[in-house]
């Protein structure tokens, strides 16, 4: 077998199930042996950032292993945004480059796509990715191959690996298995120990849940682990749609501090024993608290460690800490005194028949009222007020880059998700991200891919806005979108009232074989009720810090 089947095989086995691209001179031995092998299928789309966000959102939402191919220097250069969001959001994404053969780089002439030097491309990479490989001698490149996936895999970051184009068809050993790592049993019994112990002294213990869990594939023992515990579940604004399926009696909801419940608010503000699992300590899951949350009190798991106070234990894998505290914690009784679980909410009540005009709060609504009647459908989103609005949708499977927060994401991610799981999903965009972005929807006919997209079309960057409400430069163009999608191969719905959106929703779901793009005409500076709060919340706390 030959390094590209090698490679495949390898990449297959650590749960990657496709890989997306974009082809290119440098790298078309690599696209054509991927083609031939038939290991794993190839979807092409039509720009790299397109590329990243699939290939992102396939390893968040399945698990395992998203791979993006491209070419060297014009292609990977397009990447590296979709590269830095997954390393900044933990995700194990596996960026394949094509480069030039050794005979070119030793030729003395610059090549094309060279910036700087040969190596540019390389050292940008090293910034974005948690390790990395030149697979330039077959003889070392299953070591190589090995060390860079697990690598992904075990910190849950972007890796690396250039293949100069006289490689692919090279004979090559098989990748070998290597055997999962395992942490100090002493120091992880201690640290399970300490953390339960910790959890009984506290008066108010809350267990906050976040996007590592979903990373491990650890939903469903935490969800075990919430009941066992019997003290109130969150997830953090970026862990959205954790444990959605799962029976966990005390999830609460999704905090969001100042602009989200304030009893909830409070409950996790506090809190006397603050478990943070798989919980990204980052602005945008904690910058708009009412009352500053303090770090010494909370136990974190994250990164492969644990800290408590000032307690660290540093090589604790999160899913051998689950593990260790599942076994401590009976299932007969919860480890706290058990706590009355909150209402959940009730049936959405039909929309009035009269045709007002639609808000972003309508949005939420009418998509809770659809999977009322059809079930629940994961949700792909952007960031931007379409993100604030997710968070009136009831508990569903969501995706987004809600720390990164780069535009672009939602169109890609769906067709990343579909393609990945077979699950048809919406799409919550913005009409700023879906310029950016949406045009990836032309692939999906050709892919066999049919989202359901919801455009919040207000003619600018609505968010941006919010925070600057006289400033000309939010302003965008009024595209006509759902016009333009029959020529990508789907259909396309205009809605400006709110009787317009049910019908084009329950249209929408019962077409399928063509995406169905729904273009929901927004008036300017009408935004959900929960970025009003988030805005309002980031100005008083400004407004503070500097009087």
Known sequence: MNLTDRLLQALAERGATEIFGIPGDFALPLFREIERS???????????????????????????????????????????????????????L???SGAPAAHEAASGLLLHHQVKTLDSQWRVFEELTADRARLDDARQAPQQI???LDTALRESRPVYLEIPRDMPQRPCDEVPVTAPHEPDPQALAACAD????????????????GVEVRRYGLEAKVATLARRLGIPVVTSFMGRGLLADADVPLLRGTYLGLAGDPVLSQEVETSDGLLLLGVIVSDTNFAVSAQRIDLRFAIQALGGRVVMGHHVYPDVPLSRLIDALLERVPATAPLVAPLRALATKGRHEPRRAEPSPVTPADIADAVNRLMQRHGPMPIACDVGDCLFTAMDIDPTALIAPGYYATMGYGVPAALGLQAATGQRPI????DGAFQMTGWELGNAQRHGWDPIVIVFN?????MLRAF???????????WDFAQ???????????????????AALERAWGTRGRFQLIDVRLAQRDCSPTLQRFVGAVRRLAKGAAG
């Open 94 to 96: 596996v960026v394949l």
């Open 484 to 502: 333009m999608a029959p020529g990508m191969g789907g259909d396309g719905a205009r809605v400006e009232d709110c009787v317009g959106l049910e």
């Open 427 to 430: 799409v919550l965009v913005g």
């Open 468 to 478: 600057e409400p006289e400033a000309r430069f939010n302003d965008l163009s009024a």
């Open 38 to 92: 038939a290991t794993l299928p190839l979807y092409t789309l039509s720009h790299e950032p397109g590329v990243g966000f699939a290939a992102d959102a396939a390893a968040r939402y399945r698990g395992g292993l998203g791979v993006a191919a491209v070419t060297y220097g014009a292609g990977a250069f397009n990447l590296v945004n979709a590269v830095a969001g997954a390393y900044a959001e933990r995700v194990p």
């Open 146 to 148: 090995a060390r860079v």
């Open 194 to 209: 300490e953390l339960l112990e910790r959890l009984r002294r506290a008066r108010r213990p809350v267990l906050m849940v």
């Open 458 to 462: 207000n003619a600018g960057w609505e």
